[in-house]
């Protein structure tokens, strides 16, 4: 699985997406190490939040938003089976000037069939 050397590892965690009022629901968030990426350990993560998301709190709507030059994230988002919503165009600054985000997301009946 990789380099011996390089330590497997990141951080997890989830967010939420939009207000409670206007847009509820859950947004997962994955990064890893440098060196562990391609190891498919963001897949893994983000598959367990969103299956405990929907299964134990009952979340129904989990989106992914990420960077639209993030194309490892954007295969996540696929890999777990989201349809991209669309894009959210200079919503947020970055290094050189301002980031588009794409939305992905996935239902929870979605999810469980």
């Given at each position: ?20 009022r206007?847009?509820?629901?859950t947004?997962?968030?994955?990064a ?21 998301a ?16 993030n194309?490892?994230?954007?295969a ?5 089976g ?7 165009r200079?919503?947020?600054p970055?290094?050189d000037?301002r ?5 992905w ?9």
């Amino acid at each position: 699985m990789g380099d011996p050397g390089v330590p497997l590892g990141g951080r997890v965690g989830r967010g939420r997406s939009g207000s409670r009022r206007r847009r509820p629901g859950t947004a997962p968030a994955c990064a890893t190490k440098p060196g562990a990426e391609s190891r498919g350990l963001a897949t893994l993560a983000a598959r367990r939040i969103i299956d405990w998301a929907i299964r134990e709190r009952g979340i129904h709507r989990v989106e992914w938003h990420t960077n639209v030059a993030n194309a490892p994230s954007i295969a996540v988002a696929r890999r777990l089976g989201m349809r991209h919503d669309g894009t959210l165009r200079q919503v947020l600054p970055g290094p050189d000037g301002r980031i588009d985000l794409e939305v992905w997301s996935v239902l929870a009946p979605e999810w469980t069939a």
